[in-house]
């Protein structure tokens, strides 16, 4: 089977900077994703990890670790509009490159 | 530019009655197509997928069917909808990157 986990909340301050942990287990990898939901709209993509090692992507940066089947991304400089739900993802073999989503982070940034 | 539209973007329904939900990409061509549910603060749940024109493959057993007529065209169906069967479903299109493109969702509301 296949199981992402994450932590379902996240509260920090505008301005600091926040980590949102992933572990997996997949039948299957070829890599982990992030995604960005705001209330009412549709997922949007973050970053991708094939490799370990981390990406960064302006205030966002994603790491990925494959030994340990673990991930997380991290925010910095938290604005109130990153207020919004997380999601890792993995991305494993079957038709069409099959992603698969976690259950979500919904982090608040507080004033 | 790639674009993908799914419609109706809101509807209400009758237990029992059918569902018709329709996605179209443009500007890209033989994607792979997906069709995901979520449920009211949940993730998001992989229901079927789809190589190719006529070729479907489902992840979750449950009374919706999906089809795929033409080659940037992936409609989800039911002959009849479950109280169950609520919730915001989303088509989306991949990249050869593997990065997920949403559609802007159609929420389903079952009374």
């Known amino acids: 089977g296949q199981s992402l986990e994450q932590p379902s909340e996240v509260t920090a301050v505008e301005g600091a900077i926040v980590q949102i942990n992933c572990t997996y287990q997949?039948?299957?990898?070829?890599?982990l994703s992030w995604y960005q939901q705001h209330d009412g709209g549709a997922p949007t993509f973050l970053s991708y990890?094939?490799?370990?090692g981390l990406e960064e992507t302006g205030r966002f940066s994603s790491f990925l670790s494959r030994s340990d089947s673990y991930g997380y991304l991290l925010l910095q400089e938290l604005q109130m509009k990153d207020s919004a739900s997380y999601f890792c993802a993995v991305r494993s073999p079957g038709g069409g490159f099959k992603t698969i989503f976690g259950a979500g982070t919904r982090l608040f940034v507080k004033a | 530019s790639q674009t993908i539209h799914q419609w109706p973007a809101t509807l209400v329904q009758p237990v029992g009655s059918p569902l018709s939900l329709e996605c179209t990409v443009e500007?890209?061509?033989?994607?792979?197509l997906y069709w995901y549910r979520q449920a009211a603060g949940r993730g998001l749940q992989l229901l079927f997928y789809s190589v190719g024109i006529g070729q479907i493959s489902s992840e979750v057993p449950q009374n919706l069917s999906a089809s795929r007529p033409q080659d940037r065209q992936f409609i989800l169906s039911s002959k009849k909808l479950l109280l169950s069967d609520s919730g915001f479903y989303l088509c989306?299109?991949?990249?050869?990157?593997?990065?997920?493109?949403f559609g802007e969702g159609s929420r389903l509301t079952v009374l």
């Open positions: 500007g890209t061509s033989n994607p792979n």
């Open positions: 989306a299109w991949s990249s050869e990157a593997g990065e997920l493109f």
């Open positions: 990890n094939a490799l370990d």
């Open positions: 997949t039948s299957g990898f070829y890599g």
